[in-house]
């Protein structure tokens, strides 16, 4: 995790999304050795969408790491092994006074599955104090034309339809003090014609955070996002061909791909009231060293 070095990847190629942690060469760096945990989430619940793999799965670690109680989702059929491999991490490090972690399997997609996940969280832990929208895909495109009404609608659906019905649904769990952190993206800011409706759904997500942290102001809900650069993830493998992923993240000022275990710190940021109490409708950027304009 150097600060810059022209680093290149296997090439590799995945034929579906999401995506898979464990098939990926070199695995993803959910940890870093470095990172010294204190509690600074002690006694809380969070829900992490798309917890299973990559910057989710990172997000998942350090909370646990630092004292929560954490709950994810996963695609079932397609993330059952990074789903139990990242139960079996959790469960390693979690500290004494938290309870056991979840994993639950959804299609967040849709309302109904959404609600369900939410029920089945907060009937096992009795509350969400931290919920955490990164349910994600993406696909690549050469020009609009390509992006046919099931696709848009399927892209839009994961990554931020799903962010209204988890939202809407663990709000009714939450109180004062908690926090909802939303994952966008770099994208959002400088555009990419490679992945159009996808950076479509990341914009939206910014003005989701700007907007639902004024309404949720006043009951002491803090909302806020993070919006990673160039980040070692399976939605890499799965989107791009063999000599993009090999190259991939080599454009950002820092020569390299991050690595979620880079990221997940500005999600313990956020959600510790001891950290960013003042902080609502705000975006982190750890990026490479791309300067955006927010």
Avoid at 98 to 125: H, I, Q, R, W
Avoid at 134 to 155: G, H, P, T
Wanted: charged residues 20%; proline residues 6%.
């Amino acid at each position: 995790m150097a600060s810059g070095g022209n680093q290149k990847f296997p090439p590799q190629k995945q034929e579906s999304q999401p995506g898979k942690e464990h098939v990926m060469n070199p695995n993803p760096q959910y940890s870093n050795p470095d990172y010294k945990p204190s509690n600074k989430l002690q006694g809380k619940v969070a829900l992490v969408t798309g917890g299973d793999s990559g910057i989710g799965r990172a997000v998942c670690h350090c909370f646990a790491q630092e004292g929560a109680t954490v709950a994810f989702t996963f695609v079932k059929g397609q993330e059952d092994q990074d789903a139990h491999d990242t139960l079996e991490m959790i469960k390693k490090v979690k500290t004494p006074d938290s309870k056991d972690p979840m994993a639950v399997a959804a299609d967040l997609g849709f309302d109904e599955n959404c609600k369900k996940v939410v029920e089945e969280v907060t009937k096992a832990y009795g509350c969400i104090d931290i919920l955490v929208n990164n349910a994600a895909e993406q696909y690549k495109n050469s020009s609009v034309a390509e992006i046919d009404e099931s696709r848009l609608e399927r892209v839009f659906r994961t990554n931020i339809f799903s962010y209204f019905f988890v939202t809407r649904h663990a709000l009714k769990h939450m109180k004062k003090g908690s926090s909802i952190i939303c994952s966008t993206s770099v994208n959002a800011y400088k555009g990419n014609q490679k992945l159009l409706d996808y950076t479509a759904t990341k914009g939206a997500i910014v003005a989701f955070v700007r907007g639902l942290s004024l309404e949720l102001v006043n009951e002491g809900i803090r909302v806020n996002g993070v919006a990673p650069g160039p980040i070692w993830t399976p939605l890499i493998p799965a989107s791009f061909d063999e000599e993009e992923t090999a190259n991939f993240g080599s454009e950002v000022p820092m020569q390299r791909a991050g690595q979620p275990c880079e990221v997940a710190p500005s999600y313990v940021f956020l959600a510790s009231n001891a950290f960013s109490s003042y902080i609502s409708g705000q975006v982190i950027h750890p990026n490479g060293g791309v300067v955006v304009n927010s």
